[in-house]
Structures are given as structure tokens and as C-alpha cells.
């Protein structure tokens, strides 16, 4: 591929570094929270119920924070704040939510995000999860008090009882040495269940319900807890001071020529020189065949281990405080490569060459910094990584009616990545989606949101695959049906019998899936509801054989919620058994649900 999305690439970085570890709030006991209160309490398990509103039932034990309150009793005494305090601040945790319910997390105290029971809502608003709450003017007049409420781009809620993950990534107002704001809090991005739903966002003060109306430096996370029964669980943040890496009498020359190494470089005199703010291929004023080197002092606030990731399309070479910290190395647009040293508080000597021979190569340059304490920063200008001619992503979605397209999809499988080489991925309007597999008969992948970026496709040569663009839940990609020659017989791979017809298509669009195994035709048919809250999925068989079972879920744990209601994984999905007569064994460390086969199985996959 000759162009990349380097923003996308670049953007995923940004949410959190995997170099330094995220602290954990412990869930232990209730010590690091303030002050203790009666409905907020510490459990080791939680369920709540579909389709009651406001119920859930928590079992003895540690690892999450259970609310427990009843709608309609409204007051800020009910909400908890963490003993720790954050300024910039990096947040990862999951969230359950009752049927009914709402909640919100308020940064610093005093910025809401909104936690709501949002599941199948059509057009989200500010006040649905993952939204940023309104502010508030009591002055103006009727319908106008609420101000700069921001909703999510996208709803992507699951169902009630089904553990969530949000992650925020905030910036807190900046202040002068008198204690004046010079700069606003920012939302720099909120990803819920996966999806991006927030970018860049300016905070121009405290949202509605703040602990205070004031702006500060560092203040409490908060949770609200007077809206009915929520919890939470693996809270994980990285705290960051405001502290940055900045260049020194930073000068550059620039080289014309195909060059192999730095010594092919130091053989010539640069062109032009002059002295810049920050790294940038541009100053070259050439797309191919050139040379620039850096050459500085990079200040270093903090003493301590610090993570360099360089982006670039061709080679670059660097060295900082005399260590050799990127050697000579090829790189296509938009890849990066790593390092990390440790550096002495103070000026550090700073030398970095980018050269690039390679015609079809698009140029660019960039170059991030971060540590424990500090976010990671951009020690270039943005237009140094920029495509010039970049590809405008080819999304696919449908409009009304279904789309069955036909791809490679990758997927992974445990610590191991795979190519599904015979997928089949069908859109719906409803906003919910699927992948089947035509060698395994396999239903392995549903989505909410977007359907398909099928840029991999269909951009340049491309290489015949498309990604799903929503939340995803995997199945897994393993044959629906067995003959098992024992109760404890191992799922096994399908035999010689299997036979794939292709799929049909009925008159509203959707594909059955058609193939013969074990004597047997199959057909196999899932459509979504028209709330878009769950697939139904159709097993009809034609014929008989011995033995023949459904699985219809694989999982560490599966328990049963109601009659017929089935809990997938550590609260991922549920399904509901409409025909068929389900049980749960265990094999090889998991839990299976299955169904003996008749001549229908019927069910929904709920999320």
C-alpha cells in the first residue's frame, strides 16, 4: 500500500501508552473513596435484570463498586469522590448499568460524562452514555438554562446487565502564575465499548451537578450515585503532570541526493540550514531523494526513563545524550518504531537524520515523547506526518435495505490472529451487523455502529479484506454443529460431510445460509429486530442424524439468568433460547451452551 492512514495510527497511540503502566484504583474496601456512603459499597459479583427496571442482586466478595439507589431520590450526598486527585488524567474502567438507570463520572469533580441505560436508543443525545453533560445558566430564559451539551457520534450502549468499558482522555484547564485559566479543559477523547465517540473536545467550564462551579488544577473523581443502582469495576487511570520535553536550539540542514547512510550524508554540505521549534520533514522542500539532520538540545523537566516512538516513511537515524536510541532504519508511511533510555534531568544533546529514496514513498516525520508522569507529545509539526495526496477512508454502510459483502476479515482467536478467508459480513439499517464464515458454518462476529471501512479492499492493489467499523463482539469461529459420540464428547472441526450451498436472499434482503453435514440440510438465518437491540438466528434442518447438537455459546462462564436467558462470558451478551431445549456442560476448561437438534433451533443473541 503506497498510502496510510497515519492520523489513525498515530491517533491509537495517543489514547494510552502500553510502556507505562496504569495505576489501579484499588476495590478492596471503600479507602479509596470519601466520604463513605450507605448506597455505594464493595461486592465480588453482580447481575441486573434485563428487562426489570433498577434491580440488581450482588454477591459477597471484592473488585467492584456496587450502587444501590432508588430512582427518584435525587441528591448530591449520594455520590462518592476517590481520595485521589488527578489534573490530566487518562481513565479506563468497565460499568454496568441497571434497566433504567443513569449515572455519570464528573472529572474533577466537576465535568460530567454521562452514564445512561441507552441500549437501542436511535439518536443519541448529551444526556445518553458517553455524552458530555449541558452546562447550566439559570439566568436565561425557559428552554434556554442548558447550554453545550454534547452527544456521542455514535450509540453503542449494550444491554442492561452487560458489563461497558469507557475510556477518557482529559486535559485540565491550564492557569497563569496568578491563578487565571488560560487555557479550558479539554475532552481530548472519549472510547466507548471500542468506538471513538468524542475528539477534541473544549470544555469552557463545569457541566450541570458540579461538586463546585469553580475551576481547578486537581480535584476528585466523582460518581453519581442518586440516579438508581450502577457499578464499576478495574478502574485504571494514568495521572500526568503538566510538564513537557521541549528543543533547544534546534537547527537543521538539508542534503539532495539518494542516500544509504549517515556517513553518505556527511560526505556533502547541506543546501539550506536554519533553525526550527520542532522536527519537520518539510523543510526540504523536496518529496524524494533528501536529507535533513537535526542537530540540538532537548530540555528533560524530570529525571527518569522516557519513550521515544518515531513515525516515518523511509530512514531515520538517532541519537540522544550520546545514546544511540534509533539506529539506521527503513520504515513505510505511517509505521513506527520504539525506544526507550534513560535520560538526566536538564539539556540533553539531540541529533536525529531523516533521509528518503524511494519515489512511490510518501514522506513523513514524526516523532512522540512520553514518560510515567508526562503524556505523550509531538515533537514535530502536525504537517510533517501528513499524507500529501491521502486516501479518503471507503466506508460501507447500508441504507434500506441489507448488504452482503464478501471479504477477507481478520480476526483473533486467543493471543493468535487469523484470516477468515471466506467471510460474508451482512449490514443492516437497525445498525447491528454480522460475519459468517463459509468453511466453518460459523456465525463469529456481531457489531453495532458503522458496518465496513473497506479501504484494505478496494484503496490502491488492496489486499481483499474489510474491517468492521462498530463495537465488536466476538463468537467465536468455530462450527455451529457436532456430532458428538458421547455427552463429553470434545467440539470438534466439521468432517467430509460438510458441504456449503452458498446463501439465498428473501425478499426484504437477507441472506440463509444453506450447507448439508452429517446426512443433513441446513439452512441458517439471522436477522436483526427492528430496535436493533438483537439478532434472531434460525437453525432449520431437514433429515435426521444421531448424536447432532447446537453450540450456541462457548465461554468461561455461562450462567443461567432466567428460563431461557443465558449469561455469555464475564457479562459480554446474553441469549435467549426461543426453540430448543439448551443445557450447560463443561469441556476443557469452558462452559458450553447446547442444544440437542431437531428440526429447529431457535434463538437471540442480546447485547
Not at 537535526?294 to 530540555?299: D, E, L, M, V
Not at 520504539?338 to 536538564?346: C, E, F, K, S, V
Request: hydrophobic share 35%.
Amino acid at each position: 500500500m503506497t498510502k496510510n492512514f497515519i492520523k489513525n495510527i498515530i491517533f491509537c497511540g495517543l489514547w494510552a501508552s502500553t510502556t507505562y503502566a496504569q495505576q489501579v484504583l484499588p476495590l478492596n474496601d471503600m479507602s479509596a473513596f470519601r466520604p463513605i456512603k450507605e448506597n455505594w459499597s464493595i461486592v465480588g459479583g453482580i447481575t441486573a435484570s434485563i428487562d426489570q427496571t433498577n434491580i440488581t442482586a450482588t454477591e459477597p466478595g471484592t473488585g467492584i463498586l456496587s450502587c444501590k439507589h432508588e430512582i427518584g431520590k435525587y441528591g448530591i450526598d449520594k455520590d462518592i469522590l476517590t481520595v485521589m486527585e488527578h489534573g490530566d488524567l487518562d481513565l479506563d474502567l468497565d460499568f454496568m448499568m441497571a434497566k433504567g438507570s443513569n449515572s455519570g463520572i464528573y472529572l474533577q469533580g466537576r465535568y460530567e460524562i454521562q452514564l445512561n441505560d441507552s441500549w437501542g436508543k436511535k439518536n443519541p443525545k448529551y444526556g445518553d452514555v458517553g455524552g458530555i453533560y449541558e452546562r447550566w445558566d439559570e439566568s436565561k430564559p425557559e428552554g434556554s438554562k442548558g447550554y453545550q451539551g454534547i452527544a456521542p457520534r455514535l450509540n453503542v450502549a449494550k444491554a442492561p446487565g452487560l458489563w461497558q468499558n469507557i475510556k477518557i482522555s482529559f486535559q485540565a484547564p491550564r492557569f497563569d502564575a496568578a491563578g487565571k485559566k488560560i487555557s479550558n479543559a479539554k475532552i481530548l477523547s472519549i472510547i466507548l465499548n471500542g468506538v471513538l465517540i468524542h475528539e477534541n473536545v473544549e470544555l469552557t467550564g463545569p457541566t450541570r451537578g458540579a461538586l463546585v462551579d469553580n475551576e481547578v488544577l486537581q480535584g476528585p473523581l466523582r460518581f453519581q450515585g442518586d440516579h438508581g443502582n450502577v457499578a464499576f469495576r478495574n478502574i485504571k487511570y494514568k495521572s500526568f503532570n503538566q510538564k513537557f520535553l521541549t528543543f533547544k536550539d534546534l537547527k537543521f540542514g538539508v542534503y539532495k541526493g539518494n542516500f544509504r547512510t549517515v556517513a553518505d550524508i556527511e560526505k556533502i554540505k547541506p543546501e539550506t540550514s536554519g533553525n526550527v521549534a520542532l522536527l519537520n520533514w518539510n523543510v526540504s522542500n523536496a518529496e524524494n531523494e533528501f536529507a535533513v539532520k537535526y542537530i540540538g538540545k532537548i530540555n528533560v523537566p524530570d529525571a527518569g526513563k522516557y519513550t521515544f516512538t518515531a513515525v516515518h516513511g523511509g530512514n531515520t537515524q538517532m541519537k540522544i545524550n550520546g545514546v544511540d536510541a534509533f539506529k539506521n532504519g527503513w520504515l513505510n508511511s505511517g509505521e513506527s518504531r520504539q525506544a526507550t533510555i534513560d535520560l538526566p534531568a536538564g539539556d540533553v544533546d539531540f541529533e536525529m537524520y531523516y533521509w528518503k529514496a524511494d519515489g512511490w514513498l510518501a514522506p513523513a516525520l514524526g516523532l512522540y515523547a512520553e514518560s510515567a508522569t508526562i503524556r505523550k507529545q509531538a515533537l514535530h509539526y502536525a504537517n510533517s506526518t501528513l499524507v500529501a495526496n491521502p486516501t479518503s477512508p471507503i466506508m460501507l454502510n447500508p441504507t434500506t435495505e441489507p448488504v452482503v459483502f464478501r471479504s477477507f476479515m481478520d480476526i483473533r482467536e486467543g493471543e493468535k490472529g487469523k484470516r477468515v478467508v471466506h467471510a460474508v459480513s451482512v449490514g443492516n439499517k437497525e445498525n447491528i451487523h454480522f460475519t459468517y464464515d463459509l468453511d466453518n458454518a460459523a456465525l463469529f462476529q456481531i457489531w453495532k455502529g458503522g458496518f465496513l471501512n473497506t479501504t484494505p479492499m478496494w484503496n490502491d492493489r488492496g489486499d481483499g479484506s474489510s474491517k468492521p467499523m462498530g463495537s465488536l463482539t466476538s463468537l467465536g469461529d468455530a462450527p455451529l454443529l457436532n456430532v458428538l459420540s458421547s455427552a463429553s464428547a470434545a467440539w470438534g472441526d466439521l468432517d467430509a460431510s460438510y458441504r456449503p450451498r452458498g446463501y439465498e436472499l428473501d425478499e426484504a434482503g437477507q441472506p440463509t445460509f444453506k450447507y448439508d453435514y452429517a446426512g443433513v440440510n441446513v439452512s441458517d438465518k439471522t436477522t436483526p429486530s427492528e430496535d436493533g437491540k438483537m439478532f434472531k438466528r434460525e437453525i432449520t434442518v431437514k433429515g435426521s442424524a444421531a448424536n447432532l447438537y447446537a453450540r450456541l455459546a462457548v465461554a468461561k462462564n455461562i450462567t443461567k439468568a432466567s428460563e431461557g436467558l443465558f449469561i455469555i462470558g464475564e457479562n459480554s451478551y446474553y441469549i435467549k433460547v426461543i426453540e430448543g431445549t439448551p443445557s450447560i456442560r463443561e469441556s476443557a476448561g469452558m462452559k458450553e451452551l447446547i442444544a440437542p437438534v431437531g428440526e429447529k433451533i431457535t434463538y437471540s443473541i442480546i447485547w
